[in-house]
């Protein structure tokens, strides 16, 4: 079950100092010499960190391993420090991947949804306004609203969709390796979400498109951060859509 976390950090090179992180309860930080990763933050510290030191003291890669702590709130620094390298442009642009514009995945991928199953995992903003009416929409939450369906619920209806749209925050949660074994042979899973890691690696595991965000703006990154501002993390950066070639 570790392969993909253990893939994603070995892509890292070694010897990348990190300049700075922020923990905020919304959104966490990691920042490396010209670039910022993003992850939101799951605020859960039932286990002990399994991180010994400051996190601006250890190199890159080494915070990257915090990804597979069972303590949360230090697996969301691990992830940011993943995307801290991958959501880059000069990364997947040299890989020679197809790079759609910056629409929201709701809106790039509404009309070949329209008429079809669609499950999401995790209950992002206006997703009803969005889909609703459009699709045979079904939202599954780890702390559902009325409506939704509790993400065990997973077991019984992923196998059943045409689209499967997921929030980034899986990596964090641990939970993405058993969605993607979840879905079918034909149905389409998208990853949504600035958390959203832009790593060719992923489509190897059974993703099909990567709907992320890449940041342009690191100073107002990382005073959203501070802010514990929701939505407007997209203020600092910019949404990217990666096809497999």
């Known amino acids: 079950m570790w392969e993909l976390y253990d893939r994603l950090i070995e892509g890292i090179p070694e010897k990348i100092p990190v300049t700075a992180y922020i923990s905020g309860e919304i959104w966490t930080s990691v920042q490396i010499s010209g670039h910022v ?4 933050t799951v605020n859960l510290s039932s286990r002990d960190s399994i991180l010994k030191a400051d996190p601006r003291t250890i190199y890159l890669k080494e915070l990257a391993e915090c990804a ?8 969301s620094l691990g992830v940011a420090a993943i995307n801290a390298y ?4 000069p990364f997947f642009l040299k890989k020679s991947i197809n790079v759609e514009g910056d629409k929201d995945a709701f809106v790039l ?8 199953k669609v499950a999401v995992i995790g209950h992002f903003p206006f997703i009803e306004k969005q889909l609703r009416g459009k699709c045979e929409l079904t939202i599954l939450e780890r702390n559902p ?3 939704d369906y509790p993400d065990p619920a997973c077991e019984y209806i992923l196998p059943e969709q045409d689209y499967i749209l997921v929030t980034g925050s899986t990596l964090v949660n641990k939970t993405l390796p058993r969605l993607l074994q979840l879905k079918n042979k ?7 979400g600035p958390s959203v890691t832009l790593s060719p690696i992923l489509y190897e595991y059974g993703v099909d498109a990567l709907s992320g965000m890449v940041v342009t703006d690191e100073k107002k990154a990382q005073e959203i951060v501070k802010r514990g501002s929701c939505g407007g993390i997209f203020q600092a950066g910019k949404m990217v859509n990666l096809l497999p070639k």
Do not use: C, T
């Open 86 to 89: 991958y959501n880059q442009e």
């Open 37 to 40: 990763g993003v992850a939101m």
């Open 68 to 75: 597979k702590s069972w303590n949360y709130r230090e697996a």
């Open 109 to 116: 991928y509404g009309d070949e949804m329209r008429g079809k």
């Open 145 to 147: 609203k009325h409506g």
């Open 186 to 192: 034909n149905s389409r899973l998208i990853m949504v």
